[in-house]
């Protein structure tokens, strides 16, 4: 693992790196790139593969695809499997855990989304009180 030294090497040099060509209004196309089109082919397949099951994978892709369109979607999920097999390569001591399909919706807390809203009314000069619904 010494030919890459951070994961987005890899990443890059597989071609799943996230890339911008851009000149001023008009998008195109990044080219190809020198990296291993086979690994990149490989990896998205993987996620494919994920997309059908009840993984942190395959809740990613499902709601990324929602947002960014499937094929996008499964790219940067495929980028995510990469860098996850560049951490346990270049570890030997890592074990992968998986997250769990519903990491979302146990990281988006209810008290923390109440003290936003709050705060940002309280920017906006507004006093609120809060009571529970009956």
């Known amino acids: 693992m010494t030919r890459f030294p951070t994961a987005g090497h890899l990443a890059s040099w597989a071609g799943l790196a996230p ?6 209004p008009r998008n195109r196309k990044p080219g190809k ?10 990896c998205t397949q ?6 059908r099951t009840e993984t942190f994978l395959g809740e990613r892709l499902r709601r990324l695809s929602r947002r ?3 094929n996008r979607a499964k790219c940067a999920v495929a980028r995510s499997i990469l860098i996850i097999i560049w951490h ?9 855990t998986d997250l769990g399909a519903d990491w979302h919706q146990r990281k988006t807390d209810r008290d923390r989304k109440i003290r936003t809203h709050l ?3 309280q920017a906006l000069g507004l006093d609120v009180t809060i009571t529970p619904a009956a």
């Open 33 to 42: 790139g020198h990296g291993d089109a086979y690994l990149k082919g490989y």
């Open 46 to 51: 993987a996620a494919n593969g994920a997309a």
């Open 88 to 96: 346990l390569l270049a570890n030997p001591e890592a074990r992968f």
């Open 19 to 24: 890339v911008a060509r851009q000149s001023g």
């Open 68 to 70: 960014i369109g499937g």
């Open 119 to 121: 705060r940002q009314l």
